[in-house]
């Protein structure tokens, strides 16, 4: 299975980006779908899951800003993204946890805010 990101880019301080991951394939017994960043010289860190429940939790810094959302029927997961700031600026991958199993990784994608 491989999870094809899109939707990064350049974008202004104030301005928005739609992020969406897709599955080559359909994923049986999906606990949750989420993303993760990491800024330049920073670890990797959780922006937003989603699980299968539908529950949702968000990295404090994005709250209120961010929108994580999924499409069961699609096996894709979207990340609105709202009021970005350049602190934003990282490398946003998607991931998805099953059972038993190592998670799957997205190859990423560039999301840079700036003026």
């Known amino acids: 299975v491989q999870l094809q990101a899109s939707g990064g880019g350049l974008v202004q301080p104030g301005g928005s980006l739609r992020l969406s991951c897709a599955a080559s394939k359909s994923i049986s017994s999906i606990n949750s779908m989420g993303w993760y960043r990491q800024a330049p010289g920073k670890q990797r860190e959780l922006v937003a899951i989603?699980?299968?429940?539908?529950?949702?939790n968000y990295a404090d810094s994005v709250k209120g800003r961010f929108t994580i959302s999924r499409d069961n029927a699609k096996n894709t997961v979207y990340l609105q993204m709202n009021s970005l700031q350049p602190e934003d600026t990282a490398v946003y991958y998607c991931?998805?946890?099953?059972?038993?199993?190592?998670?799957?990784w997205g190859q990423g994608t560039l999301v840079t805010v700036s003026s």
């Open positions: 989603i699980r299968v429940s539908g529950s949702s």
């Open positions: 991931i998805v946890n099953v059972p038993f199993l190592p998670p799957y």
